[in-house]
Nanobody, 120 residues
Framework: QVQLVESGGGLVHAVGSLRLSCAVS????????MGWYLQAPGNQREWVAT???????NSADSVKGRFTISRDNTKNTVYLQINNLKLEDAGVYYC??????????????WGQGTQVTVSS
């Protein structure tokens, strides 16, 4: 089993910055990707950014230049640095771990989410 615990959410003024963290524990395979998803009010959960175990990062076009995903493999922690916050960045941010075992079976794990509120 894999457990994910997010932290770092809160109330931030627009154009401010925030850093989300997600600590991952449990059985972690060598092939894995960690990422962040956003569920804005009334919307479905949407992909924000992912980073592979080797550090290859990808992010949605809407957040490029403002969001930076990174990970510390020694701490099994993934981060999301959010700069220049916009009102539309508000919502619940979920951490995700997707990993593959030696039989190439995929496993998806989710955190409980951390709320980000943006004030104007």
């Amino acid at each position: 089993q894999v457990q994910l615990v997010e932290s770092g959410g809160g109330l931030v003024h627009a154009v401010g910055s925030l850093r989300l963290s997600c600590a991952v524990s449990g059985t972690i395979f060598s092939i894995n990707t960690m990422g962040w998803y956003l569920q804005a009010p009334g919307n479905q959960r949407e992909w924000v950014a992912t980073v592979t175990g080797g550090g290859v990062a990808n992010s949605a076009d809407s957040v490029k230049g403002r969001f930076t995903i990174s990970r510390d493999n020694t701490k099994n922690t993934v981060y999301l640095q959010i700069n220049n916050l916009k009102l539309e960045d508000a919502g619940v941010y979920y951490c995700n771990v997707r990993q593959v075992d030696t039989s190439w079976r995929e496993y998806d794990y989710w955190g409980q989410g951390t709320q980000v509120t943006v004030s104007s």
